[in-house]
Nanobody
Framework: QVQLVESGGGLVQAGGSLRLSCAASRSIFSLNVMGWYRQAPGKQRELVAA???????SYADSVKGRFTISRDNAKNTVYLQMNLLKPEDTAVYYCNAFSGSGLSYWGQGTQVTVSS
């Protein structure tokens, strides 16, 4: 079992930046994949970015070149650096952890609002 707590969301103008953090209640070293998802009102939850335990990253096409995911195993934390934010990035952002045993864990979400 692992609890995930997101922070760093807020209100920002278009073109601005935010850094989201996802703090885990235990070591994330053994968690195979950690990712950030988002869900906008009336839309399905979508994968934004993911990072494997080996540091391999992947991104949704809509955020490539603007967002960067990273993980600090020593701090049990995953980050999402978001630059050049657009109004369409407005959503609740969720942290997810996928373990080697097939279990998936979710945080409570953090709101990101980008004004035009």
């Amino acid at each position: 079992q692992v609890q995930l707590v997101e922070s760093g969301g807020g209100l920002v103008q278009a073109g601005g930046s935010l850094r989201l953090s996802c703090a885990a209640s235990r070591s994330i070293f053994s968690l195979n994949v950690m990712g950030w998802y988002r869900q906008a009102p009336g839309k399905q939850r979508e994968l934004v970015a993911a990072i494997t335990s080996g540091g391999i990253t992947s991104y949704a096409d809509s955020v490539k070149g603007r967002f960067t995911i990273s993980r600090d195993n020593a701090k049990n934390t995953v980050y999402l650096q978001m630059n050049l934010l657009k109004p369409e990035d407005t959503a609740v952002y969720y942290c997810n952890a996928f373990s080697g045993s097939g279990l998936s864990y979710w945080g409570q979400g953090t709101q990101v609002t980008v004004s035009s």
